[in-house]
């Protein structure tokens, strides 16, 4: 079962502009994290939020998380070509052995 | 560099055979996992190992089992493989298996059931 979900499925912008991904989740969560994935390549970790925490930045990262609306939101700013990639949200549920569970993820494409 | 390895990189399988998707880790983490990335449905936990010696059942570990001989290795086999096996498999590990351990991934194992 699909725990977190990644709103939009696709978005396209132009380098230079931000880039905001929102994930959506179900239960009680001990943590958050965020994943890109380049085309081809396995999942790299980008960010983890604690449920105890509002707001996190990293670089031009910025994610955010509201426990009573369980969601989440990931900023990249001033985008690059390179950040090209499918981003996805897994949550560590309450009660799932601290076991993750991977949304759909959103694809992301920077045009040049 | 440090990481973790798998292999084969891709492989085409006849429906009834075997076959082993091999995954190394040089990184000394405790836990590792099997994930499978179907198009629509995501990552989908198949086997998981917490330390060595022991494993677990993840959400869909029907048709796969696991061993974890030592730290380092995590094999997963499927032991007569179905056109429904056909996906992308990612091992990954994480130092540990509390909730503050991000995971790090494998390039993946592209299979095809024939």
């Known amino acids: 079962s699909q725990q977190g979900e990644e709103d939009p499925q696709a978005l396209s912008i132009q380098e230079g502009e931000n880039a905001t991904m929102n994930c959506s989740y179900k239960?009680?969560?001990?943590?958050l994290q965020w994943y890109r994935q380049n085309s081809g390549r396995g999942l790299v970790h980008l960010i983890l939020?604690?449920?105890?925490?509002r707001e996190k930045h990293s670089g031009r990262l910025r994610v955010t998380l509201d426990t009573s609306k369980k969601s989440s939101s990931l900023l990249i700013t001033a985008s690059r070509a390179a950040d090209t990639a499918s981003y996805f949200c897994?949550?560590?549920?309450?009660?799932?052995?601290?076991?993750?569970?991977f949304g759909k993820g959103t694809l992301l494409t920077v045009n040049p | 560099t440090a990481g973790i390895t798998q292999a084969p990189t891709s492989q085409i399988l006849a429906a009834g055979r075997s076959m082993t998707l091999r995954c190394t880790q040089d990184?000394?983490?405790?836990?590792m996992y099997w994930y499978r990335q179907d198009l629509g449905l995501g990552l989908r936990l198949i086997h998981y190992?917490?330390?060595?010696?022991?494993?677990g059942k993840g959400e869909v570990p029907d048709g796969y089992s696991v061993s974890r001989a030592n730290t380092d290795d995590f094999p997963l086999t499927l032991a007569s493989a179905v056109p429904s096996q056909t996906s992308v498999y990612f091992c990954?590990?994480?130092?540990?298996?509390?909730?503050?351990?991000?995971?790090?991934f494998g390039n993946g194992t592209r299979l095809t059931v024939t």
């Open positions: 897994a949550t560590d549920a309450t009660g799932s052995n601290y076991k993750l569970t």
């Open positions: 239960t009680s969560i001990n943590n």
């Open positions: 990954a590990s994480s130092p540990d298996s509390s909730y503050n351990s991000p995971l790090h």
């Open positions: 190992s917490n330390t060595a010696g022991t494993t």
């Open positions: 990184m000394r983490h405790n836990a």
């Open positions: 939020i604690r449920s105890n925490e």
